[in-house]
DNA sequence: ATTCAGATTTAAAACGTTTTGAAATTTTCG
DNA sequence: CGAAAATTTCAAAACGTTTTAAATCTGAAT
């Protein structure tokens, strides 16, 4: 494998001139640039890695810790994630190396992949509130990025969407379609964008002067939405409108709609949250499903300049990131029932 | 972060003796060796990763490329086959970068992280016949190791289970069960693996002077195993037993022989291998299923040592491993009805 | 005391790059 | 033309480790 020595050894020219040559510095001469680019070229110069880590003082390697289940399974999202990372890391020279939580301390793999000295920060997905790995991270001084939240006003860098504002757009929009009987289908509340989401709802809900009594929380799958769904339809004063935390529990939702013998949109309306995940399409739902959609392969991108970013000593506070999911009104939403309800 | 350098200083020792006492070399004093270790991790020493790699002319890092669906789901296969790399690598210093190959060119992932000129070698698992990577990898003069076998008699490292003794295993014990009709339900012959279980079924059926015609091939979902099961079993001379190419196959398998109002094993037999995966455990079947018993993640670790020593010079002759299975015989097989068949 | 062998330690080179500070070259302009 | 300025190139140091070849020390045998 050619080095830059072996270049300048070609063209009688220093080695750190060719070096900044290749890495396009101002003050080489175009002869000499070209000279060098096509030598390099010529001889199949690839710069050696390690060489670069080592004078720049970087492992080029960020850590991506998955948690996995019991079953060996893991969230859909993993690949989608996997996926959008290693590319936009790549873009930055730099690689993701993986490691496989199964266990029940949160810390431990991140503890046992810092004493093995090899990565230059990390990325964390999936936080729960006042995140124990964010505080630990923190303690050791290590640069990471967090995919969400996991408290108000976090200190840290950080790319998430406006989880107020995605239950406040829903209420709005339902609100000027005459509902009144609004119910939400939350996820679980150890995530701190549930937090988010449930206030965003409260407070728009108090602004249309409606009674937001309609909570369910805590679901997560489609099964658990059905059921949420049918103990609201079974109720007084029901719900004509449901906000779900997700496309799979607007599956579940709908499915419970069906079968109390309701239409959707025309006795009940259902939005969701759409993460953009492949298996799951809002489109793809009958009728098509209205949605606030933040696909998760947009954060992935960001996510890897933003650690690179703060790695190269960008502060924090310019590396927070909060992104407004787009409302898309489908099939699924609908004016209220006359008098506001179908019961 | 404490260098060797500093511990030097610290005890007034050259840097070649701190390094050589902390490496085990054996012409350190006892006295001084115990000093530095006391040093060193008084000091916190971790040594440094890169510099080491630089010396060593190894970057540490090797190469799997994951295959996945349109759908960003992939092989349930992927985690445990992760876990166990991230883990036997690890123990050699050595980590894993991943890539996600979606597209249709076999050989482009592996091509553009070559290209980033990062990786000591790959892992290559999922062999299709003659496999193309294997073609490229060797060309490149990459060194790698496989998971499984591409060809007969191969002339790079691997790890595989012996798969003609996988089905002659299941045949002898049918036949000493006097079953004379047995079935093959294979896996997709564009693997070789599939093709080295039906060479073992012809010669084991042969042995016993048992006509194999019986078999088919292309399937690897319980559903095509259980069209496939449902076929055999709807012609005449009908088989008694079924040797199933994985436990999801037999679970297709054992849903057709009940639905033709057949019981196992009382007139029907069904052994199957099994890659002992998390979900589908061949304990729980009802009756528990007799199988060949080879975990994929048995090949975890001898897979990341046989890379490593490799990389080290370790020539590929003496890195091909062939396992053989284990059979355990549980409820689903027994002997053969009277005169052979239920029919 | 001298010599030798073995045990232990050392200085220095090497890995391939980036970067610093200085030197050499070219250009500008009085 | 000559000096100053601007441009371009260079040698050397640095990153932290391993390894080679040489040096030093120890103790025993002469």
Redesign the pocket.
């Known amino acids: 494998?050619?080095?830059?020595?072996?270049?300048?050894a070609e063209?009688?020219?220093?080695?750190?001139?060719?070096?900044?040559?290749?890495?396009g510095?101002?003050?080489?001469?175009?002869?000499?640039?070209d000279k060098v680019q096509e030598a390099a070229d010529r001889l199949g110069?690839?710069?050696?890695?390690?060489?670069?880590r080592?004078?720049?003082?970087r492992s080029g390697m960020v850590g991506l810790i998955v948690k996995i289940r019991p079953d060996m399974s893991a969230d859909q999202t993993f690949f989608e994630v996997l996926t959008g990372l290693t590319a936009g890391l790549a873009a930055r020279d730099t690689d993701l190396v993986l490691a496989v939580d199964q266990g029940d301390d949160p810390v431990g793999p991140y503890r046992r992949m810092l004493e093995k000295n090899i990565l230059d920060g990390f990325i964390l997905n999936e936080p729960i509130v006042d995140d124990p790995r964010v505080a630990f991270l923190q303690k050791q001084k290590i640069p990471f990025v967090l995919h969400g939240a996991d408290r108000d006003d976090p200190d840290y860098p950080f790319y998430t969407i406006d989880n107020q504002a995605v239950t406040a757009d829903a209420v709005d929009m339902l609100a000027h379609l005459n509902h009144r009987r609004i119910a939400l289908v939350n996820g679980k509340l150890h995530h701190h964008y549930a937090h988010e989401r449930l206030e965003g709802f409260l407070k728009a809900m108090g602004r249309h002067g409606l009674a937001s009594d309609l909570v369910k929380t805590e679901t997560k799958f489609d099964s658990e939405g059905y059921l949420a769904a049918l103990e609201l339809l079974a109720q007084a004063d029901a719900p004509s409108a449901f906000i779900c935390a997700s496309t799979p529990i607007a599956d579940g939702v709908i499915r419970a709609i069906r079968d109390k013998g309701l239409r959707v949109p025309e006795d009940v309306s259902v939005i969701a949250h759409d993460d953009a995940m492949p298996l799951t399409r809002a489109v793809n739902f009958d009728p098509a499903l209205t949605v606030t959609r933040a696909p998760l392969r947009d954060a992935c991108v960001p996510l890897a300049n933003m650690l690179m970013d703060h790695l190269n000593g960008t502060p924090a506070v310019d590396l927070q990131v909060t992104v407004k999911a787009d409302l898309i009104v489908r099939g699924s939403t609908g004016p209220a029932p006359k008098g506001g309800t179908w019961t």
């Open positions: 494998m050619a080095t830059l020595k072996d270049i300048s063209l009688g020219l220093s080695v750190a001139t060719v070096s900044r040559a290749l890495n510095f101002p003050e080489v001469n175009q002869k000499t640039r110069y690839r710069p050696n890695r390690v060489a670069q080592l004078v720049t003082g």
